[in-house]
Each structure stands twice: as structure tokens, then as C-alpha cells.
């Protein structure tokens, strides 16, 4: 198929794979600021995003946006390093305006998976998972407390409490920040987004957004460290 076979179109699923994950991170974002205004309504939020039929299937899908992006992230970096050959290129001295971020894109996003998968392990295997299970006590136990499956709230308090989550959760958000500046604009770029005006546009974008998102995401950390 042609948007498996082709560079062209292996970078078109990139692209809006990205962007899909994007929308899921304003969406996430926004979610777990409610945690700072108000316990109830968080744990409301997370009732309503729980273990119904369509919170699965956004889970489903969600899983599918991530592998997608994961999977052809390894596939164009292969295919890259191939066309560039074993001895790379003869002039490899990287464009000053060459960004940082941009040239660490892989390893930025292996760092993020990873950090990802720990997450995952904090919140969902705590939450989802024993709510699918049928089992909604966590054995999650702070030795005063044991928390529902239901008190996403208690939960936030719970992790970051401990002070090597928040040093995971910081790395996470410094590596999100810089994979989400470049990767924003370059996918609109992929496109079409790709006149001078609007690239310019696109990259501030992209900044705002990568701060907005990560400062947003920070806050809860802090939070729920020092709530
Ligand atoms: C302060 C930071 C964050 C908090 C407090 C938080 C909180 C949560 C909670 C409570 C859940 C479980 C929801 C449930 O199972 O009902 C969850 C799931 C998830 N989070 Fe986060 N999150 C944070 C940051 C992030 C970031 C930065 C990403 C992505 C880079 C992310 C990706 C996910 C994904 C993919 C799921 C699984 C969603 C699903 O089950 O449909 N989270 N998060």
C-alpha cells in the first residue's frame, strides 16, 4: 500500500498520527487540571472516562495512535539511516538553524514511551485495569490509606507524593516539551502548511502549545506533591 510503501506516505501517517496524539494530550491536559480545583469533580471526570464501552474503545483507539506513531517513527529512522549509509554523509556538520530537537526526535521519543509505559503503571493499571477486572480496591496502600480504583484524586496525591515519581514525571514533560516543538510544525509541514508565512506561524504555534501543554501538565504534578 502506498502510504506503507512510500517515504511520502510513511511521513503522512506520522503526521497525522501525531496530531491525533496531540488533540489526546490537550484533551488529557485539560482533564487532569480539574484535579486542582476539586477532588469530586476530578473523580466525576474519571467516572465518566471509566470502564464503559466507549472509554475502552477511546483506549483501543488511543493504543492503536501509539503504535502506529512508535511503529513508523523505527521504520522511517531505519530507512533514513539506510539513504545516509554506514559512513553517513560527508559533510556532518549539522545547519546552526538545525534545532536541537529536531535531531533527537528518535531518542526523545523513545525516552517519552518509556516514561509512558510507567505512567501507565502509576495511573491506568490502578484505575481501568481493576475496574475492568471487576475489582475496584486498589491494593494500592500507603499504609493509612487504601485507594479506590474510583479515587483518581487520591491517586495523583498518592504518586507524586513519592519523589521519584515527580524526578520520572519531569524528564517525561522536558522530553514532551522538545519532541512537541518540533514534531507540531513538522507535521504540517508533511501536510502541505509549508510556505514561509506559515511555517513561521506554524513554529510558534507549536512553542506556545508544547509549553502550554507541559506547564499544564507540571501544575498537577506539583500539585499532587504538595497537596
Ligand atoms: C500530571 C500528569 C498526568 C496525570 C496526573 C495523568 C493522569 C492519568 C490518569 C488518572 C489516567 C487513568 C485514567 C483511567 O484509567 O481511567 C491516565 C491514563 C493515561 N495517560 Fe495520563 N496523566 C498525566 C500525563 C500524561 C501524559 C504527559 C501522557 C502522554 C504523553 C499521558 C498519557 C496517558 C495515556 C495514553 C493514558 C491511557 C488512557 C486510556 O486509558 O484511555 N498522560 N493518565
Redesign the pocket.
Known sequence: MWLTSSSVGRKLVMSVSGLF?IL??AF??S??LV?IISDEAYNGV?AF???NWY??A??AV??AG?FVHFAFAIILTNQNRKARGVQGYEVSQSQPSVELASKNMGILGAV?FC??LA??S???AH???P?LAGNEELLLNDGATTYAATD?AG??KY??KQPINVII?II??VA?WAHLTHGMWSAMQTLGANNKTWMSRWKMISNIFATV??FG?????IY?AIA
Not at 501538565?217 to 504534578?221: G, R
Request: aromatic share 14%; hydrophobic share 65%; charged share 0%.
Open positions: 496524539l489526546f494530550l488529557h491536559m482533564m487532569n484535579a474519571c472516562l471509566g470502564s472509554a475502552v477511546g483506549t488511543l493504543a501509539v517519552i516514561c509512558l505512567h501507565l502509576h495511573f491506568w484505575m481501568m485495569l475496574e483518581g491517586l495523583i504518586q507524586f514525571y517525561w514533560l514532551l501543554v507541559c501538565f507540571m501544575a498537577v504534578v499532587g
